[in-house]
């Protein structure tokens, strides 16, 4: 993990254009290759990102942004398609690495993690056609529990909760932010899917054209919930 905290200004060309002007940020370059922009506000999103695969370049700067006071440039390009991040440093005020080992990743509660199991096994839950690609696809953000093609082929990305609220599905636009970025699986939608989901939480997410569904947990074990009922 390489972090950089300097004054500089950034570019992503691409699928979209956006400009980022000359302020203080927070450079982080992951061991996977992914860079992603800070800034002291905004919570934890980055401001812009750029996703694996990808390559960082350091070079000097051209004439004109010499003469505007840049020290140094970062070209950041994705492997797979045209997009690239420039990132122009005017002042480094610190650059420090770290290896941060192997991660063991998020340990989901034992409720969500067994539902995220039971739905990737029964994935048709969320409608005919539909067919898993694979639990916990990872992003630069975090992993998606589970990515899914509809019976049209699109991409879908299912966040999983026992319990869903706003912040979950504030989770989940992330992610489907990030990924529609990325020419490969673009477009993506969006399943919140959780055993309740509160209305507050409903209304924003279809709000978002994200799809709500409510899963039973007895239904994807198989369970006839009747036997256990006394009458």
């Not at 302020?23 to 290759?33: E, I, N, Q, S, W």
């Not at 340990?107 to 969320?126: F, N, P, R, S």
């Not at 589970?146 to 909760?161: M, Q, Y």
């Not at 989940?172 to 509160?198: C, S, W």
Request: hydrophobic share 40%; proline share 4%.
């Amino acid at each position: 993990m390489r972090v950089v905290i300097a004054q500089c200004s950034v570019d992503y060309v691409g699928r979209l254009t956006a400009h980022l002007p000359l302020a203080t940020r927070l450079l982080m370059v992951k061991a996977d290759g992914s860079v992603l922009i800070h800034s002291d506000g905004g919570s934890y999103k980055p401001l812009n990102w750029m996703s694996p695969p990808c390559s960082m370049a350091e070079t000097a700067p051209d004439e004109t942004e010499a003469a505007e006071g840049v020290g140094l440039v970062w070209v950041v390009r994705h492997t797979k398609s045209d997009d690239h991040l420039r990132i122009r440093l005017y002042e480094v005020l610190s650059d420090s690495s770290f290896d941060l080992g192997v991660d063991p990743g998020l340990v989901k509660d034992g409720v969500e993690a067994h539902l995220q199991a039971l739905l990737a096994e029964h994935i048709h839950t969320l409608g005919d056609g539909y067919q898993l690609v694979r639990r916990e696809y990872m992003t630069a953000i975090g992993p998606v529990d589970i990515l899914a093609k509809d019976a049209s082929g699109v991409t879908v990305a299912v966040e999983i909760k026992r319990r869903g609220e706003i912040d979950g599905v504030e989770q989940l636009t992330r992610y489907l932010e990030l990924m529609n970025r990325d020419p490969h699986l673009a477009p993506v939608t969006g399943v919140f899917a959780a055993q309740q989901i509160k209305p507050q939480a409903r209304t924003l997410a279809e709000d978002r054209g994200i799809r709500c569904v409510v899963l039973d947990y007895d239904d994807l074990k198989g369970i006839d919930a009747s036997e256990h009922r006394l009458f």
